[in-house]
């Protein structure tokens, strides 16, 4: 098992594909196919092309650009001989509506050694709990309101349970931190890590690492509070 959270902006990628490249061997193939799953909606920094682009930088691999419309859902033959698993940013609630019919098999196939690279909202729904939207709670601001687009109130959505910690993303860039500290002091979510940009939490059956420029912040809930600590990347 492998599972890449970044944070955003331009994360290491050469472990990944080196990952994917031993998935293709499951298949007897010598070029991993990797999904780029993409809905582009709100989203307007990272197009698809560029995606492939470091993808096929960071090592030999065939993207493939798997791109969901409003109104468009993916299929289990979206994919078929797919080694290795790319979810893009944006609106994490358009990737989890665009995913739903295949977040079982999302979890199966990670389960079973498909590794996954989720950045920004990538990142975001592989938790148990999502923070999709919003900035404040209860009607009060606990995070810069330049994070979420027109919504106020905090939401949380049911993820793809890839980790059983919550995910937050773009940390010190966008001051994510404090919403995360905040949902977790009002016991809305069990703590979990925000994520720099250019930094990828990874975890394996190993343990974890944080690989990349930046840091990743742990929250951890306690009887008086909230403890923030601070690892860096190796």
């Known amino acids: 098992m492998s599972i890449y959270l970044s ?8 472990d990944f594909v080196a990952d994917a490249a031993r998935s293709s061997a499951r298949r007897d193939a010598t ?4 999904a780029v799953i993409y ?18 930088a960071a090592g030999e691999c065939e993207p493939v650009v798997l791109e969901y419309g409003v109104s468009q859902e993916a299929a289990l033959a979206d994919l078929i001989d797919i080694d290795a698993l790319y979810v893009s940013g944006g609106d994490p609630r358009e990737y989890l509506r665009a995913l739903q019919p295949v977040l079982g098999e999302i979890r199966r196939r990670v389960a079973e050694g498909t590794p996954y690279f989720g950045t920004s909202a990538g990142a975001l729904i592989a938790a148990e709990k999502a923070l999709v939207a919003g900035y404040s709670i209860g009607g009060i601001a606990v995070a810069p309101p330049t994070i979420s687009d027109a919504e106020s109130e905090l939401e949380i959505a049911e993820g793809i349970g890839l980790v059983d ?18 949902a977790t002091e009002a016991s809305l ?10 930094t990828a939490l990874v975890v394996t059956d190993g343990g974890l690492n944080v690989v990349g420029g930046g840091s990743i912040w742990q ?16």
């Open 39 to 56: 809905t582009g909606r709100h989203y307007r920094k990272t197009r698809p092309d560029e995606i492939v682009d470091a993808l096929t």
């Open 189 to 198: 979510v069990t703590g979990g890590v925000a994520i720099d940009e250019d």
């Open 7 to 14: 944070g955003g902006g331009e994360p290491p990628l050469a």
């Open 31 to 34: 070029v991993p196919r990797i």
């Open 219 to 234: 929250v951890i809930p306690g009887e008086h509070g909230v403890t923030v600590a601070t690892a860096a990347a190796s």
């Open 165 to 182: 910690i919550t995910i937050e993303v773009h940390a010190a860039q966008w001051g994510t931190v404090s919403r995360l500290i905040a």
